[in-house]
């Protein structure tokens, strides 16, 4: 996920191959919860495009906790992960951090 953009799979489809090999488990979920405990969703798929300008091929993760500094060019964000030329941070990992960034 990190090291580029990931091939683009049609996720109806892939839906449609996988409900029949599980369908013995929902029917017990049914079965054990109501006939309503499972629902099968027709939304739109709803299609992401995170910004970088640059991918990593080595990936290295700071962690605030050994390196309380972090300091880098910010070259995208995928996801959760602030992406550095430095390295990598997952953001939802520090979620209760007070942080501060500064820019030049």
Do not use: W
């Not at 599980?22 to 049914?30: G, M, P, T, V």
């Not at 006939?35 to 027709?42: C, H, I, M, S, T």
Request: hydrophobic residues 40%.
């Amino acid at each position: 996920m990190l090291k580029g953009n990931a091939e683009p799979i049609d996720l109806k489809q892939k839906a449609q191959e996988l409900i029949p090999q599980i369908s013995e488990r929902l029917e017990d979920i049914r079965l054990k919860f109501g006939a309503d405990a499972v629902e099968q969703l027709d939304e739109e798929v709803v299609d992401l495009h995170f910004p970088a300008s640059e991918y990593l091929t080595k990936i290295s993760s700071f962690n605030f906790d050994k390196q309380p500094i972090i300091s880098g060019t910010l070259l995208g964000i995928k996801g959760q992960y602030l992406i550095f030329d430095s390295g990598v941070i997952n953001m939802r990992k520090f979620g209760s951090y007070q942080i501060s960034a500064e820019f030049s």
